[in-house]
């Protein structure tokens, strides 16, 4: 099985979009797409740290724990070197560059639990990926969760000024609607790429 | 399988981790001593970098929280009067326009990077508790029920009269406020007056389900509404429904007293069956010479046979006060005075009845400063 | 004996109790831990393994956190849950693997994501830092119980229809036509939709502004 790693990395963007197909990284899409501006800014944190943490944790899968065959602990691991990374950036962009710390570091915390970037972590294990085909797959994990809050937000912003939505759909629920619409979509992606 | 090696290795790795960050904490992120100030007089100082939630949580201030400060829940806003930024975008989702220009803020957000100053409710700090027995229930109409609970742990408690307490309501995290309706001499027990609102967690409570001889937990006493003794002024005090509580709780100070200022009470119901306490206060006006009792009914019924002061409580404070400024009015007023700019008022009632109150004692010349309230 | 009856509503143990399972239940009301209830659902099987994997983690994990809550300096807590809760879903992955090895192959990573499920660390952080061991064990509990059956209607539904059995044993007929969709992601968001949206109109949550 040897797919090309750019294949990977535009198959992670649309046809195995993360959030539209795996269904991962729903609690900020839900909470924070109600507004353009927010979502975007999100989203590029979150592409940054996905690829940053992929990248660290599979130097520490392949480095540390495959060769004294400790896989089990790989949960504890991830999830602890992602919290140690991203507060690491926090403090570097707050230190030297306090503007990017404003308009993206402060999305930074409420990533750490972002289910995406563990998910990218396990799912790079679990499909054996090597380096380069890693950060492909990262990088495009990520752009594909980006694209869809991003377009989630603008379609939230634009049904909040016109439409009439029923009281209980109000909030998640519509979002949820909007998420199955936007996933039949990306359905038609499927024959674009094939890899398993 | 072998467990040792990964659980070392873990162990290696968690403290690699720790130092790292630690070290980096101590490099990158500048120290500086901050000042947060609550409420204008609590002055607490903290190192700067942390959220203002977790800078609470540490000093076991319970700010509500679902989701630990990830800015998803929005339930830990807050009012930051300055020091605290610009409103970040992660923010601006859950706070309403109108929220921001009061300062509301989400406390997960906010972090600590200068003297900040900040408003909390009282009672999420200053949570004085009392425990307390259930001493005897009464009704007093349809709706409205008098509570006397006996003070068990502290024994006694010192308030000024009109001030409230907080109940908090068994099984949950809720509080409700009330106003005391007993004299504050009588320190070993507080009495309150509570109507049944429909659907309301705490009076459906009190009403329904609490019997002599449970235990209450309540907290306090709080509040800007109470007798200003340093005053000698002439008092009006006009009050709606449950607003008696407060009022009473003055009267029956000033009574105990021996009621050295003069005092012109107001009250107003719908109907007869809503009134209550008038034979108490028709006792009181009998007793002393300075107190006048004026209760008004907006809508009596037929068989009411009511022949006291008809209309809304603002328009028989209106005709009164007429009469006053007139000087023809000296059943309680011996002509010394001059104009109404004499008078104190204490308003206590439901919002549309205070603010018609405080036009019509304006507009009859009494100093907004002179004129304090309870909106409920 | 009435009363007796309406004073048990206002324990603290009921209220936690209803709280979890009804009003503040995570899924319709919090709307937390949805990646889950969605990803796994199209089997029941599947549907039980989490719910009750979560359920576990959670209720441990507030159990600890909640008898440690006095020495856990503020700063480091979030790590401490992090490493807490890892620590237990490992235990369930390693459960899984061990006793339900088609189970734990058709969940796949999404075992390992109890990690990022909002609801442990919101019981951990919402309730478990503030409140003694036991009620922190009952509101876990409930929470989890109430995640779990949430979890149940939905797979339900969504096995029914988009194979036509539960739990792998045929119930509709031959005949029926199976809803592929509603195995898939887009049949997964909308039916959530409605689910929430009858949930919340019952419940009467009130929707932000």
Known sequence: MNTHPLLIFIAAIFPHNIALTYILGMCPLIAISKNLKTAFGMGISVIFVVTLTAVINWFVYNLILLPTNSQIISYVIFIITIAASVQLVEMLLERFFPPLQVAFGIFLPLITVNCIVLAVSLFMVLREYDFIKTVCFASGSAIGWAITIVTVSAIKEKLLLIADIPKGLKGPAITMIILGILSLAFMGFGGMVKIR | MNLITPVILMNIILFIITVLLIFAESVLVPHKICKVVINKERVFTTESGASLLSFFTKNKIFIPSACGGKATCGHCKIKVLNGGGPILPTEEVFITQKEKSAGIRLACQVKIKQDIEVYLPEHLFEAKEYQAVVEEISSLTHDIKHFTLKLLEPKTINFKPGQYIQIKVPGTEEFRAYSIASSPRQNDRIELIIRLVHGGLCSTYMHNVLEVGDKVVFTGPFGEFFLREESDKEIICIAGGCGMSPIRSIILYLAELGMPRKVTYFFGARTKKDLFYVEEMTELEKKYPNFKFIPALSEPEPEDKWEGEVGLITQVVERYLDIYMNGRYEIYLSGRYEGAGVLESYLCGPPPMIDAAIKVLTKKGVHIENVYYDKF | ?209
């Open chain 3, 1 to 209: 004996m009435f009363k007796k009856i309406k004073k048990l509503t206002y324990t603290r143990p009921f209220r936690i109790i209803i709280n979890g399972l009804w009003k503040d239940n995570p899924i319709f009301c919090m709307v937390l831990g949805i990646c889950s209830s969605l990803a796994i659902t199209n089997r029941v099987e599947n549907a039980i393994a989490m719910g009750l994997g979560v359920t576990f983690v959670t209720v441990a994990t507030s159990v600890i956190i909640s008898a440690m809550r006095n020495f856990i300096p503020s700063r480091v807590r979030m790590i401490t849950y992090m490493v807490v809760i890892s620590t237990f879903v490992i235990c369930v992955d390693q459960f899984l693997k061990a006793f339900f090895p088609t189970i734990s192959e058709a969940m796949g990573p999404y075992v390992g994501l109890i990690i990022t499920n909002c609801i442990v660390m919101g019981r951990a952080e919402g309730f478990a830092m503030k409140n003694p061991v036991v009620y922190s064990f009952l509101d876990a509990l409930s929470c989890g119980i109430g995640y779990t059956y949430t979890l149940l209607i939905i797979s339900i539904i969504r096995e029914i229809l988009a194979f036509g059995t539960i739990l792998r044993y045929r119930v509709m007929p031959q005949t029926w036509t199976n809803w592929v969709a509603l195995a898939m992601a887009p049949g997964a968001f909308v039916l959530l939709a409605l689910y929430l949206w009858i949930m919340r109109t019952l419940a009467k949550v009130e929707p932000e502004k």
